[in-house]
């Protein structure tokens, strides 16, 4: 059944959603990007009823990113989770309030262009998102450099490096960040935010892992913790150290690597990738990024592990390559490719 596009917002913020919502708001949301601030209002409004959290002051813009990691990640069918009553009444406030809230902004966004049109870009982001079987170079407007892994999303102001150099991302980038040193730039993620004033470094935030992973590789890193993470506040990273944030309360491990292993974490961007001690099924995941494709492993190869150089080369050499490492057979149909045992 087709409802208006505020009953699927309601039921994904009150934790009720079904897969039929969560696929409608992400064609609503790709549809229009208009649709992004007006989905800002009715999180405003969700935020004025007392539905989020009265601790913190309410943001529109880490809102909207929360909202959006929850949607890319689609784990609901995964975990149990306790979804908020909302009554008619409530129901009833909170439309009325966004309604409120999204004629006001129109009517705003309308005299700011009469009053400022030198300056619209101040509502505008920029976003970049590189497919699955796909990378890409982006060069941001400070000079910086980053390079994003397949399956992922960089987001950021259109008066990006005015006054503030904040990026949001979803999924794996390299950055070489040129040093302004009154313009701190920060790599806004689900579970950290990290801020340096010139430096190279690697971040993994694919929402599916529920982590973040970072490796610097030259300069150092300031890590805050995001709002779900309960055991640090923030950490300094130094060249040649990595660090991987869950959501748990264990306590955070920072590993030392030597120049080499530093150098293999990032090569997933350079036509030779180093692989070192990976398992087979860690590995399938990166390969399913890489190719667009989806990958089952037979559980008795799971765990086996491969170290080398995998070429830009297509799936099925790479597939045989790994071969001479794990003995398996596979089978390549479509998109889908299987692993498993050779019964000999």
Not at 48 to 76: C, H, I, N, W
Not at 165 to 185: M, P
Request: include cysteine; aromatic fraction near 10%; hydrophobic fraction near 40%.
């Amino acid at each position: 059944m087709n409802y208006p596009i505020e009953d699927y917002i309601i039921n994904f913020l009150a934790r009720k959603e079904s897969p039929e919502d969560v696929q409608k708001l992400k064609e609503w949301l790709s549809a229009d990007p208009a649709h992004r601030n007006e989905l800002k209002q009715w999180l405003a409004a969700w935020d004025s009823v007392g539905m989020m959290d009265a601790t913190e002051k309410f943001d529109p813009e880490k809102a909207y990113q929360r909202f959006l990691f929850r949607v890319s990640a689609d784990s609901a069918p995964k975990i149990a989770r306790k979804g908020f009553k909302i009554d008619a009444a409530v129901f009833k406030t909170i439309r009325r309030i966004a309604a409120i809230f999204i004629v006001s902004f129109a009517l705003g966004i309308l005299c700011h262009y009469y009053w400022t049109k030198n300056q619209p870009e101040q509502f505008a982001f920029i976003e970049n998102i590189v497919p699955l079987g796909s990378k890409s170079e982006i060069k941001l407007p400070d000079g910086s450099t980053v390079w994003l892994n397949a399956g992922s999303t960089l987001r950021y102001a259109a008066n990006y490096g005015k006054t503030r150099r904040d990026i949001y991302l979803v999924g794996e980038g390299y950055f070489s960040v040129v040093r302004q040193a009154k313009k701190t730039f920060t790599v806004h993620t689900a579970l950290a935010n990290i801020t340096v004033l010139g430096t190279e470094f690697n971040v993994k935030a694919y929402p599916e892992e529920n982590m973040v992973e970072m490796t610097v590789i030259e300069g150092e890193l300031e890590v805050e913790k995001g709002e779900t993470v309960n055991n640090f506040d923030r950490t300094l990273l130094k060249s040649g150290q990595k660090l991987s944030i869950t959501v748990s309360e264990h306590p955070l491990e920072i590993t030392q690597l030597d120049p080499y292993m530093a150098e293999a974490e990032v090569s997933w961007k350079e036509s030779n990738w180093r692989i070192e001690s990976e398992t087979l099924q860690d590995l399938a995941i990166q390969l399913e990024r890489r190719y667009d494709v989806h990958i089952r492993v037979d559980d008795r190869l799971k765990d086996k592990r491969f170290t080398g150089p995998i070429s830009n080369e297509s799936l099925e050499q790479v597939l045989r390559q790994l071969q001479i490492a794990i003995p398996f057979l596979f089978r390549i149909e479509g998109k889908n490719v299987n692993i498993y045992v050779d019964p000999k």
